[in-house]
């Protein structure tokens, strides 16, 4: 899809297209409205903007529509309208050892246990070993620290999606 295509959209079919790059509602609601948009760079800028001034509620909502680094099943039940995306981003799980995988697995319940919410990293272009690292490692942050270092993540993947949607 083009920008102009985008632009084009209906709104409602535009904030469907966009909750495929990040589930944050008031995200979709405030960047549909900015439309019509006029380059590739203003998307992004306004995207980033956008989601640096949203509450942490909303990033909490974006973090809900992810799966768990690794969990292949809810990639193809849950997460059918991203899945696609979210397997390539996480393609480099498919070769982790079961070690790795179970250590994972451990890790994203620690996380979640201690934060409210799942693990949250780009993980385009990283290795299972690579966001096991990172896991562990973000692990003993506090949750102040750490629901910055998320909404980080979830901005580079939001930026990233939103070139898929386009070069879609």
């Keep these: 899809m083009t920008l102009s295509e985008l632009n084009s959209l209906p709104a409602p079919a535009r904030a469907e297209a966009l909750a495929k790059c990040c589930g944050a509602t008031a995200w979709v609601q405030q960047l549909n409205v900015a439309f ?8 992004f800028q306004q995207a980033q903007d956008i989601w640096h001034r949203l509450c942490e509620a909303d990033w909490r909502e974006a ?3 992810h799966p768990k680094i690794g969990d292949v099943n809810s990639l193809k039940e849950k997460f059918a309208s991203t899945s696609q995306w979210a397997e390539g981003e996480q393609g480099a799980v498919k070769q982790a ?6 250590a994972l697995a451990a890790g994203n319940n620690a996380y979640e246990q201690k ?7 780009c993980a385009t272009g990283k290795s299972a070993e690579e966001m096991l690292a990172l896991l ?4 003993p942050n506090s949750p102040e620290q750490e629901i910055r ?9 939001t930026r990233l999606r939103l070139k898929k949607l386009l070069a879609a």
Excluded: C, N
């Design 63 to 65: 973090f809900t529509h």
């Design 36 to 43: 019509p948009i006029v380059d590739s760079d203003t998307l």
């Design 97 to 102: 050892s079961q070690e790795t995988l179970e």
């Design 149 to 157: 270092v998320a909404m980080a993540e979830q901005d580079k993947i």
């Design 136 to 139: 562990q490692a973000r692990l």
């Design 115 to 121: 934060f409210g919410y799942i693990f949250i990293v």
